[in-house]
Protein backbone atom coordinates (compact mmCIF):
# COMPACT_ATOMS: atom_id res chain seq x y z
CA UNK A 1 0.00 0.00 0.00
CA UNK A 2 2.86 2.46 0.50
CA UNK A 3 4.33 1.95 -2.51
CA UNK A 4 1.16 2.92 -3.93
CA UNK A 5 0.40 6.00 -1.79
CA UNK A 6 3.38 6.63 0.37
CA UNK A 7 1.61 8.73 2.69
CA UNK A 8 -0.08 5.64 3.93
CA UNK A 9 0.89 4.94 7.78
CA UNK A 10 0.27 1.96 10.26
CA UNK A 11 -0.88 3.72 13.53
CA UNK A 12 -0.58 -0.09 15.28
CA UNK A 13 -0.97 -3.34 14.15
CA UNK A 14 -2.42 -6.50 16.18
CA UNK A 15 -2.58 -9.77 15.67
CA UNK A 16 -4.12 -12.57 17.83
CA UNK A 17 -2.21 -15.68 17.55
CA UNK A 18 -3.29 -19.39 18.29
CA UNK A 19 -2.27 -19.40 22.37
CA UNK A 20 -4.33 -16.21 22.54
CA UNK A 21 -7.50 -17.55 20.88
CA UNK A 22 -6.87 -20.47 22.97
CA UNK A 23 -6.88 -18.48 26.22
CA UNK A 24 -9.84 -16.64 24.88
CA UNK A 25 -11.86 -19.89 24.43
CA UNK A 26 -10.91 -21.25 27.54
CA UNK A 27 -11.91 -18.01 29.35
CA UNK A 28 -15.19 -17.96 27.22
CA UNK A 29 -16.63 -21.03 28.61
CA UNK A 30 -15.50 -20.62 32.16
CA UNK A 31 -17.28 -17.47 32.09
CA UNK A 32 -20.53 -19.26 30.73
CA UNK A 33 -20.33 -22.25 32.98
CA UNK A 34 -20.13 -20.17 36.04
CA UNK A 35 -22.80 -18.02 35.12
CA UNK A 36 -24.87 -20.97 34.44
CA UNK A 37 -24.05 -22.64 37.58
CA UNK A 38 -24.91 -19.59 39.40
CA UNK A 39 -28.40 -19.76 37.69
CA UNK A 40 -29.18 -23.43 38.42
CA UNK A 41 -28.50 -23.05 42.19
CA UNK A 42 -30.59 -20.01 42.64
CA UNK A 43 -33.47 -21.73 40.54
CA UNK A 44 -33.30 -24.71 42.14
CA UNK A 45 -33.29 -22.73 45.60
CA UNK A 46 -36.15 -20.86 44.95
CA UNK A 47 -38.45 -23.20 43.03
CA UNK A 48 -37.76 -26.68 42.15
CA UNK A 49 -34.96 -28.71 40.67
CA UNK A 50 -37.28 -29.68 37.23
CA UNK A 51 -37.48 -25.68 37.38
CA UNK A 52 -33.94 -25.24 37.16
CA UNK A 53 -33.17 -27.71 34.53
CA UNK A 54 -35.67 -26.19 32.04
CA UNK A 55 -33.99 -22.91 32.65
CA UNK A 56 -30.09 -24.51 32.58
CA UNK A 57 -31.68 -25.83 28.76
CA UNK A 58 -33.45 -22.72 27.85
CA UNK A 59 -30.08 -20.94 28.63
CA UNK A 60 -27.66 -23.49 26.73
CA UNK A 61 -29.89 -22.71 23.97
CA UNK A 62 -29.51 -19.57 23.28
CA UNK A 63 -25.41 -19.77 24.10
CA UNK A 64 -25.38 -22.15 21.29
CA UNK A 65 -27.65 -20.45 19.04
CA UNK A 66 -25.47 -17.27 19.69
CA UNK A 67 -21.89 -18.79 18.77
CA UNK A 68 -23.54 -20.79 16.15
CA UNK A 69 -24.26 -17.43 13.81
CA UNK A 70 -21.17 -16.49 14.69
CA UNK A 71 -19.61 -19.24 13.61
CA UNK A 72 -21.97 -19.02 10.83
CA UNK A 73 -21.64 -15.58 9.15
CA UNK A 74 -17.62 -15.84 10.48
CA UNK A 75 -18.00 -13.13 12.66
CA UNK A 76 -15.39 -11.70 14.83
CA UNK A 77 -15.56 -13.55 18.62
CA UNK A 78 -14.11 -11.63 21.17
CA UNK A 79 -13.97 -10.07 24.70
CA UNK A 80 -17.05 -8.00 24.12
CA UNK A 81 -19.05 -10.90 22.31
CA UNK A 82 -18.56 -12.99 25.71
CA UNK A 83 -20.12 -9.94 27.90
CA UNK A 84 -23.04 -10.09 25.45
CA UNK A 85 -23.32 -13.51 25.59
CA UNK A 86 -23.40 -13.36 29.54
CA UNK A 87 -25.52 -10.63 29.34
CA UNK A 88 -28.06 -12.30 27.29
CA UNK A 89 -27.79 -15.00 29.83
CA UNK A 90 -29.28 -12.59 32.29
CA UNK A 91 -32.02 -11.25 29.98
CA UNK A 92 -33.62 -14.69 29.15
CA UNK A 93 -33.22 -15.91 32.88
CA UNK A 94 -34.79 -13.04 34.16
CA UNK A 95 -37.99 -13.68 31.46
CA UNK A 96 -37.81 -17.24 32.73
CA UNK A 97 -38.46 -17.22 35.76
CA UNK A 98 -41.33 -14.40 35.66
CA UNK A 99 -43.01 -17.84 34.01
CA UNK A 100 -42.05 -19.93 36.54
CA UNK A 101 -43.15 -17.48 39.62
CA UNK A 102 -46.52 -17.64 37.86
CA UNK A 103 -46.57 -21.10 36.69
CA UNK A 104 -45.99 -21.85 40.88
CA UNK A 105 -49.09 -19.52 41.46
CA UNK A 106 -51.15 -21.03 39.09
CA UNK A 107 -50.24 -24.63 40.66
CA UNK A 108 -51.51 -23.72 43.74
CA UNK A 109 -54.53 -22.16 42.24
CA UNK A 110 -55.93 -24.67 39.78
CA UNK A 111 -54.58 -28.44 41.59
CA UNK A 112 -57.32 -30.49 39.52
CA UNK A 113 -56.26 -28.48 35.61
CA UNK A 114 -53.77 -30.77 33.50
CA UNK A 115 -50.00 -29.44 33.49
CA UNK A 116 -49.75 -28.64 30.03
CA UNK A 117 -53.29 -26.59 30.61
CA UNK A 118 -51.47 -25.01 33.50
CA UNK A 119 -48.58 -23.81 31.68
CA UNK A 120 -50.60 -22.56 28.89
CA UNK A 121 -52.50 -20.11 30.97
CA UNK A 122 -49.42 -19.41 32.49
CA UNK A 123 -47.80 -18.53 29.16
CA UNK A 124 -51.12 -16.32 28.15
CA UNK A 125 -50.86 -14.58 31.01
CA UNK A 126 -47.75 -13.15 31.46
CA UNK A 127 -47.02 -13.05 27.56
CA UNK A 128 -47.74 -9.48 27.01
CA UNK A 129 -45.13 -8.85 29.65
CA UNK A 130 -42.46 -10.63 28.24
CA UNK A 131 -43.29 -9.84 24.34
CA UNK A 132 -43.09 -5.43 25.03
CA UNK A 133 -39.93 -6.19 27.32
CA UNK A 134 -38.38 -7.77 24.07
CA UNK A 135 -39.42 -5.19 21.66
CA UNK A 136 -38.50 -2.42 24.16
CA UNK A 137 -35.30 -4.23 23.93
CA UNK A 138 -34.67 -4.62 20.75
CA UNK A 139 -35.34 -1.20 19.45
CA UNK A 140 -32.63 0.17 21.47
CA UNK A 141 -30.47 -2.26 20.42
CA UNK A 142 -31.41 -1.87 17.33
CA UNK A 143 -30.53 2.07 17.31
CA UNK A 144 -27.21 1.20 18.53
CA UNK A 145 -26.29 -1.38 16.02
CA UNK A 146 -27.23 0.94 13.04
CA UNK A 147 -25.50 3.97 14.93
CA UNK A 148 -22.97 2.41 17.13
CA UNK A 149 -19.81 2.18 14.49
CA UNK A 150 -17.77 -0.70 14.81
CA UNK A 151 -16.51 -0.52 17.97
CA UNK A 152 -19.50 -2.11 19.24
CA UNK A 153 -21.44 -3.33 16.64
CA UNK A 154 -20.07 -7.54 17.63
CA UNK A 155 -21.26 -6.86 21.32
CA UNK A 156 -24.86 -5.46 19.68
CA UNK A 157 -25.18 -8.22 17.38
CA UNK A 158 -24.88 -10.42 19.97
CA UNK A 159 -27.11 -8.88 21.97
CA UNK A 160 -30.04 -8.37 19.91
CA UNK A 161 -29.84 -12.24 18.26
CA UNK A 162 -29.87 -13.24 22.28
CA UNK A 163 -32.64 -11.14 23.16
CA UNK A 164 -35.02 -13.06 20.25
CA UNK A 165 -33.73 -16.51 20.97
CA UNK A 166 -33.77 -15.68 24.91
CA UNK A 167 -37.50 -14.81 24.82
CA UNK A 168 -38.67 -17.74 22.24
CA UNK A 169 -36.25 -19.82 24.49
CA UNK A 170 -38.46 -18.26 27.72
CA UNK A 171 -41.94 -19.51 26.09
CA UNK A 172 -41.52 -22.52 24.33
CA UNK A 173 -38.04 -24.25 25.69
CA UNK A 174 -37.71 -23.64 29.57
CA UNK A 175 -41.56 -24.82 30.11
CA UNK A 176 -41.59 -27.50 27.95
CA UNK A 177 -38.58 -29.15 29.76
CA UNK A 178 -40.29 -29.18 33.44
CA UNK A 179 -43.62 -30.28 31.17
CA UNK A 180 -41.32 -33.50 30.18
CA UNK A 181 -39.69 -33.74 33.38
CA UNK A 182 -42.86 -33.58 35.75
CA UNK A 183 -43.71 -31.32 38.92
CA UNK A 184 -45.22 -31.89 42.20
CA UNK A 185 -48.60 -29.94 42.58
CA UNK A 186 -48.63 -29.62 46.27
CA UNK A 187 -46.50 -26.99 46.86
CA UNK A 188 -47.06 -27.11 50.76
CA UNK A 189 -44.07 -24.83 51.13
CA UNK A 190 -43.70 -20.87 50.55
CA UNK A 191 -40.88 -20.54 47.67
CA UNK A 192 -39.89 -16.94 49.23
CA UNK A 193 -39.10 -18.69 53.23
CA UNK A 194 -40.97 -20.73 55.86
CA UNK A 195 -43.88 -21.10 55.16
CA UNK A 196 -46.00 -18.65 57.47
CA UNK A 197 -49.43 -19.01 59.85
CA UNK A 198 -52.28 -18.40 57.66
CA UNK A 199 -55.22 -17.25 59.92
CA UNK A 200 -58.48 -19.63 58.67
CA UNK A 201 -60.39 -16.14 57.92
CA UNK A 202 -57.53 -15.31 55.19
CA UNK A 203 -57.33 -19.34 54.01
CA UNK A 204 -60.03 -21.51 54.87
CA UNK A 205 -59.27 -25.17 55.06
CA UNK A 206 -61.62 -28.27 55.24
CA UNK A 207 -60.65 -28.36 58.90
CA UNK A 208 -61.43 -24.91 60.01
CA UNK A 209 -64.68 -24.70 57.60
CA UNK A 210 -67.54 -25.61 58.39
CA UNK A 211 -69.34 -27.42 55.72
CA UNK A 212 -72.91 -26.50 54.85
CA UNK A 213 -76.04 -28.20 53.51
CA UNK A 214 -74.32 -28.58 49.79
CA UNK A 215 -71.09 -29.91 51.38
CA UNK A 216 -69.47 -26.58 50.13
CA UNK A 217 -66.60 -25.80 53.09
CA UNK A 218 -66.48 -22.18 54.17
CA UNK A 219 -66.11 -20.27 57.57
CA UNK A 220 -69.17 -18.65 58.70
CA UNK A 221 -68.35 -15.07 57.31
CA UNK A 222 -68.22 -16.51 53.61
CA UNK A 223 -71.69 -16.68 53.62
CA UNK A 224 -72.62 -13.71 52.40
CA UNK A 225 -72.80 -14.83 48.79
CA UNK A 226 -76.85 -14.13 47.56
CA UNK A 227 -76.15 -10.39 46.81
CA UNK A 228 -74.06 -8.19 44.77
CA UNK A 229 -73.73 -7.34 40.63
CA UNK A 230 -71.38 -8.59 38.00
CA UNK A 231 -70.48 -5.90 34.90
CA UNK A 232 -70.19 -8.04 32.07
CA UNK A 233 -69.44 -7.15 28.50
CA UNK A 234 -70.74 -3.42 29.88
CA UNK A 235 -74.09 -4.61 31.13
CA UNK A 236 -74.66 -4.34 35.09
CA UNK A 237 -76.10 -8.18 35.91
CA UNK A 238 -77.78 -8.30 39.52
CA UNK A 239 -77.05 -11.93 41.19
CA UNK A 240 -75.03 -15.03 40.54
CA UNK A 241 -74.43 -15.24 36.83
CA UNK A 242 -73.26 -18.26 34.01
CA UNK A 243 -71.21 -16.75 31.68
CA UNK A 244 -70.37 -18.25 28.48
CA UNK A 245 -69.08 -16.63 25.07
CA UNK A 246 -72.28 -15.91 23.52
CA UNK A 247 -74.67 -15.32 26.58
CA UNK A 248 -75.07 -15.26 30.28
CA UNK A 249 -77.92 -16.69 32.24
CA UNK A 250 -79.22 -16.16 35.98
CA UNK A 251 -77.99 -18.69 38.11
CA UNK A 252 -79.49 -19.09 42.03
CA UNK A 253 -76.32 -20.19 42.80
CA UNK A 254 -75.41 -24.01 44.60
CA UNK A 255 -79.17 -24.49 45.24
CA UNK A 256 -79.56 -24.43 41.82
CA UNK A 257 -77.58 -27.17 39.56
CA UNK A 258 -79.96 -27.19 36.50
CA UNK A 259 -77.85 -24.35 34.33
CA UNK A 260 -74.80 -26.03 35.20
CA UNK A 261 -75.79 -28.88 33.95
CA UNK A 262 -77.08 -27.54 30.96
CA UNK A 263 -73.40 -26.59 29.70
CA UNK A 264 -72.73 -30.57 28.83
CA UNK A 265 -71.96 -30.63 25.19
CA UNK A 266 -71.08 -26.91 25.02
CA UNK A 267 -67.92 -26.45 27.30
CA UNK A 268 -65.29 -28.85 28.21
CA UNK A 269 -64.24 -26.43 31.48
CA UNK A 270 -66.41 -24.91 34.20
CA UNK A 271 -64.63 -22.24 36.33
CA UNK A 272 -66.62 -21.96 39.63
CA UNK A 273 -66.52 -18.88 41.27
CA UNK A 274 -67.05 -19.14 44.82
CA UNK A 275 -67.79 -15.77 46.49
CA UNK A 276 -64.61 -13.96 47.71
CA UNK A 277 -62.91 -17.00 49.15
CA UNK A 278 -61.62 -20.33 47.70
CA UNK A 279 -63.45 -23.38 48.58
CA UNK A 280 -64.73 -26.39 47.15
CA UNK A 281 -67.51 -27.29 44.46
CA UNK A 282 -69.97 -29.53 45.94
CA UNK A 283 -68.67 -33.12 45.55
CA UNK A 284 -72.22 -34.63 43.63
CA UNK A 285 -72.31 -31.57 41.47
CA UNK A 286 -68.74 -32.05 40.59
CA UNK A 287 -69.22 -35.49 39.94
CA UNK A 288 -72.39 -34.97 37.57
CA UNK A 289 -70.40 -32.66 35.82
CA UNK A 290 -67.73 -34.78 34.89
CA UNK A 291 -70.02 -37.42 33.84
CA UNK A 292 -71.28 -34.82 31.77
CA UNK A 293 -67.94 -33.94 30.05
CA UNK A 294 -67.29 -30.76 32.12
CA UNK A 295 -64.86 -30.76 34.81
CA UNK A 296 -64.93 -28.10 37.44
CA UNK A 297 -62.09 -26.02 38.97
CA UNK A 298 -63.16 -23.92 41.91
CA UNK A 299 -62.06 -20.79 42.92
CA UNK A 300 -62.62 -17.24 44.08
CA UNK A 301 -65.30 -15.51 41.74
CA UNK A 302 -62.76 -12.57 40.96
CA UNK A 303 -60.21 -15.54 40.04
CA UNK A 304 -63.22 -17.40 37.96
CA UNK A 305 -63.46 -14.09 36.18
CA UNK A 306 -59.76 -13.29 35.41
CA UNK A 307 -58.83 -16.99 34.46
CA UNK A 308 -62.42 -17.53 32.17
CA UNK A 309 -61.27 -14.31 30.39
CA UNK A 310 -57.43 -16.14 29.39
CA UNK A 311 -58.73 -18.87 28.61
CA UNK A 312 -61.62 -17.59 26.39
CA UNK A 313 -59.28 -15.73 24.43
CA UNK A 314 -57.42 -18.83 23.30
CA UNK A 315 -60.47 -19.92 21.58
CA UNK A 316 -61.07 -22.92 24.28
CA UNK A 317 -64.72 -24.03 25.21
CA UNK A 318 -65.06 -22.53 28.83
CA UNK A 319 -67.74 -21.15 30.67
CA UNK A 320 -67.78 -19.60 34.16
CA UNK A 321 -70.31 -19.64 37.02
CA UNK A 322 -70.16 -16.36 39.33
CA UNK A 323 -71.38 -16.08 43.21
CA UNK A 324 -71.31 -12.03 43.68
CA UNK A 325 -69.05 -11.38 46.93
CA UNK A 326 -69.89 -7.53 47.33
CA UNK A 327 -72.85 -5.82 49.02
CA UNK A 328 -76.02 -5.39 47.29
CA UNK A 329 -76.30 -1.46 46.03
CA UNK A 330 -75.69 0.91 42.91
CA UNK A 331 -72.46 -0.37 41.01
Known amino acids: MQQVDPQVTFASVESVGPKVSAELIRTAIMAVAAATVGILLYI ?3 FEWQFAVGAVVSLLHDVILTVGIFALFQMKFDLTTIAALLTTLGFSVNDTVVVFDRLRENL ?11 MNLTVNETLSRTVMTAVTTAIALTAMLVLGGDVVRGFVFAMLWGV ?27 GDGPKKNVSPSRAPRRSDARPDAHGFHRPERGRRLWTGFFRIAGKVHQGAQVVEADRVTPWGGLDDPGP ?14 LGAQVGYAPRDLAAQLDALGVRVEAMASATAARTYNVTLSEGRRVACALIPCEPAGRP
Open 108 to 118: IKFKTMKLIDV
Open 260 to 273: LLALAGRVDVLFLG
Open 164 to 190: FVGTYSTVYVAKSVVLWLGVKRDWSKD
Open 44 to 46: WLR
